[in-house]
């Protein structure tokens, strides 16, 4: 998977394209515990995001919890696959999902 | 051709060693070729110059010869004729001189007899006459009239030139010669030269007959009137005899005849001294072209009287005579019976005669002719020593140029050998290395980039060594970890009911599970167990993440779950279980790890089936009467773990005799095949609804659903935990 970043002051964009699964979340996973210090604004383009697994959902609760402390974030462009597993999970009913 | 040469050198595959081995020798051999060639070519070249020029200098040398020697042979030839011609014009105008001497004597007694006495000289019939002694001779007419007295007294008078004669005689002594006057009265006053004898032989017949007033000398010069000379006769001594003859006067006029006739042994001589080669002529010609004197007897220049070289028919000869008779003095080439000669002349200008002598071209160029053939022959033979000297120093060369290919064969090789030496010892050393021999260094100690490799090599190896020792460590660490590994998995998989049938007592259901690990340690977990005799529990779940942190997870939920639900009082309480658990599982979930779960109590007196889906996948459910599979309504309720102090809604449905119901983790739809695609929930209902579900039981079911996926998969590598549970509700009747 590749995550690409775009830092803009306080505001970090996070676009994933292909799988994100357990091998790939602990890449994500690093970039959540590394790169989000003092962000304010954090939103993740899901546009190219084929797969969520488990995994990838933990990380994505990891940064959710971390962001209700220090500002917001917002998921963007969830694809079809993805969006049954965000909701089958329960996952859509915490995380700010726009399309 | 070139494809040949280039895949001899380059493209086959050969070892360094024969190709470098064939540079050296194919550059050598160039180089051998080249030299070779400029070696042979050189030599040729001198060669072809040498023969051409040795041809030119042959030529040049022998036709210079030949100019220089005709110019001397010609120069010298005149040379000769001009001093022959003198010679013999001195002894013949010796001759004419003296003969007027005699004249003048003659005529002095006759002039003046009153200064004479009378004297008697001999008679040849009365007596012999010596050699030199004068005597007085009678002519046959006189012997025949008689002798006057008056002419006695002359006779007498006239006897005194005796005294003129005798001396001179004795000049010529050495010759057979005769000097004598003969008077117009017939009778003769004479002295006879005949060397080597006593006396003068006279004949009869010359005693007798001889009539001297009747010769051709006296006519001749009586006609003549002046010296005369006469044409050549042979002698008695067999030599050519010449005649000068010159008259004398008394008182009255013509008196008689005074001569001298010579043998010209000495002319002879003279003209045989000039001489030159076997072929030559000498010869003497009067101004009218009459060859006087010659050493041929035949031919256009003999001495046969009558011969006339100005009437010749021969144009080279007649001309010649033309340039003789006007006194020239010169050479020329004229043509004789088809042969050339040189004929050198010089004029005789006293008595207006020439001298003429002549040699065959041949003959005397015959020298030449040799030289110019030694000349030829020494070049020749020079060739051929050059010639065969060449062929030594090609042969030379071949032999030279074979013992340094030799030579350069041997050097090639060790060359070869020393530069690849090292690299043959690398490969060993490598080998050696490679056959698991770290410790093994290479030694090379070429000080060029051969010894910088081997050092890279022991570099290597030392780093390698340390490697293995490292992974060594690292292998036996990790060999310990997944042996604990093993028997985690050996736990988690005896923490979930693995003991088939189950329950066999209750035939109201029949229920079966799987799960299959991604890794060894899974994050799924199936649960099943008895709450009490009427009511069975059933659960599946789906820990986020896989390895060691989900299998604790796991055991703590399915730990948690199972406390819970013991502890729970009526099935209708499921949700607040599942509720009560999840704000446990916050607790201390510094990790942030989650778990999906559906959670299902099946009371098998009525079918009844309570159940809560914590973000689990969605179970199916076989309904008999339809003999067909779907999803079964579910809420979406958050995971558990994940945020504390949920609500969890929990649903119910009945189950009906034949039902069945198939639980199951995100690995069974999110299966991958080969081209990574999602086996999906589609697939999933597909596969269920073709296995022919409701003639099969649990395991069966189960062992169809793997089969398909099985097939599905292929030979893509499992991406996560595949957790299946079948259950079966035979129906309360049974009970």
Known sequence: MEIKKELDGNKLKISLVGRLDAVSAG????????????????????????????????????????????????????????????EMTGFSNFLDIEN | MKELIYSWFFMKKKSIRTRIFRLILLGSLTMFVVVGAVVVYGLFTMNNVFTSQSEVLSGTTANYIEKVTSQQIADRLTDVAHTRADSIETELWTITNDTNYLVSGVENILQHPEYYAGRQLPDPRFQPIKSGEVYLHEGARLQAVGVTPELQREIS????????????ARKY??????????????????????????????????????????RGWYKNTQDHGTI??????????????????APYEDNDGFAGVVAIACSVKSISDIMNDSLLGDSGISFVMNNKGNIMLSTSHEGPLSDVEGTNLLHNDNVSLSNTAVKMIAGE????????????????????????????????????MSPVVMARETIVSQVNSFRDVMKSHLVNIVLVTIFCLWSALVLLYHMSNWLTNMFVGPIKKLIVGVKEIADGHLEKKVNVKTGDELESLADAFNNMTDKLQNYMEHLTKVTMEKEHIATELAVATNIQESMLPHIFPFAPEHEEFDI???????????????DFYMVDDEHLLVTIADVSGKGVPAALFMVIA?????????????????????????????????????????????NLTN?????????????????????????????????????????????????????RLVLYTDGVTEALNEAKELFGEKRLLEALNNINAGEKDAQELLLELKKVLNDYVGDAEQSDDMTMLALVFDGKTKA
Request: hydrophobic residues 40%; charged residues 20%; negative net charge.
């Open chain 1, 27 to 86: 890449d994500l996973d690093k970039v959540i515990q590394n790169d989000v210090n003092g962000i304010e604004e954090l939103t993740f383009d899901f546009a190219e995001l084929d797969f969520v697994a488990s995994a990838g959902l933990r990380v994505l609760l990891v940064a959710q919890k971390r962001m209700n402390k220090q500002g917001t974030m917002k998921i963007y462009h969830v694809n079809e696959d993805v969006m049954d597993v965000l």
């Open chain 2, 558 to 602: 399915k730990t948690m779950l199972k406390n819970s639900v013991i502890s729970m009082a009526s099935e209708k309480d499921l949700a607040k279980v599942m509720a009560r658990t999840n704000d446990q599982l916050c607790q201390n979930n510094d990790a942030m790890m989650f778990v999906t779960a559906f959670m299902g109590i099946l």
């Open chain 2, 228 to 245: 005369t000379f006469h044409d050549i006769y042979v002698g008695a001594d067999g030599y050519p005899s010449f005649t000068c003859s």
């Open chain 2, 157 to 168: 008078l006239v006897s005194q030139a005796a005294a003129y004669i005798e001396p001179m």
């Open chain 2, 329 to 364: 003095k010169g050479w020329q080439i004229v043509e004789l019976d088809g042969e050339e000669y040189f004929l050198a002349f010089a004029p005789m200008p006293q008595i207006n005669w020439s001298f003429g002598t002549m040699v065959s071209k041949n003959e005397v």
């Open chain 2, 607 to 659: 079918g009844k089936f309570t159940y809560v889906n914590a973000g689990h996948n969605p179970p199916v459910i076989y309904r008999a009467g339809e003999k067909h599979f779907e999803f079964i309504e579910v809420e979406r309720n958050f995971v558990m773990g994940g945020m504390d102090g949920i609500d969890y809604k929990g649903q119910e449905l009945t189950l009906g005799e034949g039902d």
């Open chain 2, 512 to 526: 079966y599970a799987t799960m299959q690990a991604a890794k060894e340690v899974g994050g799924d977990f199936y």
């Open chain 2, 173 to 214: 002594r050495q010759y057979e010669s005769s000097l004598f006057l003969g008077s117009k009265h017939g009778y003769i006053i004479a002295a006879d030269n005949a060397p080597g004898k006593e006396y003068i032989h006279m004949t009869e017949e010359f005693l007798q007959t001889y009539e001297p007033t009747e």
